[in-house]
């Protein structure tokens, strides 16, 4: 889901209307978050470690 809205993120801002930070603020209603150390979309969740903390590292990035 998150990699289908990578490829089409530039796509789905201009038919959105959208500029970046509206587009993030639309993310992130819906549970997607960048990473922040790969700047990959990811699911918010895989931002969180085995404690349900933030540690901000996608699945990609702590594997
Ligand atoms: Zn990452």
Redesign the pocket.
């Known amino acids: 889901m998150a990699t289908g809205y990578v490829d089409g993120f530039e796509r789905a801002m201009g038919v959105l209307g959208l500029d970046v930070e509206a587009m993030e603020e639309w993310l992130l209603d819906h549970n997607i978050e960048r990473?922040p150390?790969?700047d990959?979309f990811?699911a918010s969740h895989e931002l969180l470690n085995d404690e349900g903390e933030i540690d901000g590292?996608?699945d990609?990035?702590r594997s």
């Open positions: 990473c150390s790969c990959w990811v590292l996608c990609n990035c």
